[in-house]
């Protein structure tokens, strides 16, 4: 089992350098989207690191976005991060912020997912019901093309993802709308006691 802080401790430092309710639940669906994908690879006895490095991706996106991924090994610090749990946070800006490549599995994973569920996010926003329970693939591959929709979330940076994980895009949108629907309502429940 790879070693991680506990829980609380890394809420706690998310919570303190981290106050906009999307940058908030972005850090919780990330963490339970990695959660999903440990369990889901054959990873489970690593769970905790693999959801706790995604609670804590972002860590020092919201105060220092110039700095994003350089500012994240001083606060991890904070809470006696681990040498490989800091490796795994700042590989998911490879080639944007940051020069430290995915090597691990967990940091593919991590790298692909991450700006996928921004995506996903967005199109949630637009859907009547504002869930992805209801969201078909065909939809959000829909929502992929069209380049007008969610600018900010960068499509080569998911396709470089799957790419890497060595899975067809269709498949790693597929495993993240699975995620996100397995943890759409614990997320919602969570950011209710925040």
Known sequence: MKACPERDAALALLQKYNQEHFHIQHALTVERVMRWYAGELGYGEDADFWATVGLLHDVDFENWPEEHCKKAPELLAEIGCSEEFVHAVCSHGYGLCSDVEPTE???KVLFAADELTGLIGAAVL?????????????????????KKFAAGCSRDVIKTGAEQLGWPLEELMDKTLQAMRACEESVAAELAKL
């Open 105 to 107: 599995e967990m940091e």
């Open 126 to 146: 637009m859907r009547p019901s504002k869930s992805c329970q209801d969201m078909e693939l065909s939809s959000l591959k829909k929502k992929f093309k069209d």
